[in-house]
C-alpha cells in the first residue's frame, strides 16, 4: 500500500473515530481512502443517508491530514507498522466484522492471520485457581497442537496470565491495547510486553498520545474478539470486561467457552451464568476445547492423554521436595504443621524445602499459613 493511501486512511479514521459505521460503510463502497478524499465534497450523492455531521466532517481534512503525517513519522521512527482495511496483514477475521477498525497498529513478529487464533480473557482479580486453570490449559494445548496464536488485553488479572503462560509455552502472545503505541499500561506489564513483540506483539487502534480511557477498553475489546477463533472466558464476576469480549465474539459469531466454577466462588459467577444461559460451552481442559473446535483427530488427542497430558510437572526435584509436592497433589493448600506431620520431617526441613519449592515456582504461600501446589 502507498503512502498517499496510507496518510489519506489514517486521516479519515481520524474524521471518522465518532462514526466507525459511516466511515467503514463509505470505505468500503468506494474502496480506499484517496477515492473518498476526491470525493469528499459530494459524499452524499454516493452515501444519501449519511448523516450531517458526518457529511460535515467528511469535507474538512486539513487537521486530520496533519495528524496523519505526524502519526507517520512517529511510527517510522519507531518501527511500528500501519495496517490499513486493505493490507493483506490487516486481520482478515476483524476486516469481516461490521465495525472492523479502518487502521491498526502493529509492532511484532506474529503473524495476525494464522490459521488458529484464540483469546483468552477474564476478571483482573485473578484467583490462584483461576491461575491454575491458564496454566494447564495453555501447557496442554501446546502439547497438542503446537500452532497457535494466543491473544488478549494485556490487562492485570486473567490477561497477563494467560501472555505470561503463552511465552513460557513457547506460544506467540498478541497484546491488544487501550492506547497508543507510545506508552503502555499498566506500566509493570512493560518487561511482559517486551518479551511480546519479539513472541507475538502488540497492537492496537489509537494513535499514538491517546490515553487509556475508560471508553478505550470496550473498543479495544472487540478487535481481541474479531480477530480470534474462539474466546475462552476463565474466570469472571456477575458483570466485567471478560463477559463483555465474549459477547461481541458471540455476535461475531465466533466460538465462546468458559470454565465452570463453584456456584459459592464469587468470580466463577459470570462464567457458571454464560453456560447456563447457552452462551458459552462447558470446557474442563484443552482436551475439551480441541474437540469442540474440531482442531485434532481423535486418535491425536488419545495420544495425548496416553502420552501423559496430566505429566509429571516437576521432574528436577529432590526426592524431599517430590514427597512434599505428591502430598499437595493428594492433598492442595495444607498448613506447615500438617505437612510435617505427614512428610515425617522436622519443621526446619519442611521449611526449607517449601522455601526452595517457591523460589522454583512449584508452589505458593496463601492466606492463613497454607501452601498451594501450582498444577
Known amino acids: 500500500m502507498n503512502d498517499q493511501e496510507t496518510l489519506y486512511t489514517l486521516a479519515l479514521t481520524r474524521i471518522g473515530f465518532f462514526s466507525i459505521a459511516g466511515a467503514l460503510q463509505l470505505y468500503r463502497q468506494l474502496g480506499d481512502a484517496t477515492t473518498i478524499y476526491d470525493h469528499r465534497n459530494d459524499i452524499q450523492d454516493i452515501l444519501p443517508d ?69 483469546n483468552i480473557v477474564g476478571t483482573r482479580m485473578c484467583t490462584v485457581q483461576g491461575q491454575d486453570i491458564i496454566r494447564k490449559f495453555v501447557a496442554d494445548l501446546k502439547s497438542i497442537c503446537p500452532k497457535v496464536l494466543i491473544v488478549s488485553g494485556l490487562a492485570y488479572g486473567v490477561d497477563i496470565h494467560a501472555h505470561r503462560n503463552a511465552l513460557l509455552s513457547g506460544y506467540e502472545t498478541v497484546g491488544v491495547l487501550a492506547h497508543g503505541l507510545d506508552n503502555l499500561y499498566p506500566s509493570r506489564h512493560k518487561e511482559t510486553a517486551n518479551k511480546m513483540v519479539r513472541q507475538g506483539g502488540l497492537l492496537t ?56 466454577g463453584r ?17 458459552a460451552g462447558l470446557i474442563n481442559n484443552a482436551i475439551d476445547f480441541v474437540r469442540a473446535m474440531h482442531w485434532e483427530d481423535d486418535a491425536t488427542l488419545i495420544k495425548a492423554q496416553n502420552a ?52 522454583k515456582g512449584v508452589v505458593k504461600t496463601l492466606a492463613g499459613g497454607t501452601y498451594h501446589l501450582m498444577s
Open 50 to 118: 449519511c448523516s450531517p455531521h458526518f457529511l460535515k466532517s467528511i469535507k474538512d481534512w486539513d487537521e486530520p491530514l496533519k495528524r496523519a503525517e505526524v502519526e507517520m513519522e512517529y511510527d517510522l521512527a519507531h518501527n511500528i507498522r500501519i495496517l490499513c482495511l486493505n493490507d493483506d496483514n490487516y486481520p482478515q477475521r476483524m476486516k469481516e466484522c461490521d465495525d472492523a477498525p479502518l487502521v491498526l497498529f502493529y509492532t511484532g513478529t506474529a503473524n495476525l492471520n494464522q490459521s488458529r487464533i484464540i
Open 205 to 260: 487502534e489509537f494513535f499514538t498520545n491517546t490515553n487509556a480511557d475508560k471508553v478505550n477498553f470496550v473498543r479495544r475489546n472487540r478487535i481481541v474478539a474479531g480477530m480470534s477463533d474462539a474466546c475462552i472466558l476463565v474466570e469472571s464476576a456477575a458483570k466485567g470486561g471478560g463477559l463483555i469480549t465474549a459477547g461481541i465474539a458471540q455476535s461475531y459469531d465466533r466460538d465462546v467457552f468458559a470454565f465452570p
Open 263 to 279: 456456584p459459592s466462588d464469587p468470580y466463577s459467577e459470570g462464567c457458571n451464568n454464560l453456560i447456563r444461559d447457552s452462551g
Open 308 to 359: 501423559g497430558i496430566e505429566r509429571s510437572l516437576f521432574p528436577n526435584l529432590s526426592a524431599e521436595e517430590q514427597s512434599i509436592v505428591k502430598l499437595l497433589q493428594k492433598t492442595n493448600d495444607l498448613q506447615i504443621n500438617m505437612l510435617t506431620v505427614h512428610t515425617n520431617m522436622p519443621i526446619n526441613k519442611v521449611t526449607a524445602l517449601l522455601f526452595q519449592l517457591e523460589i
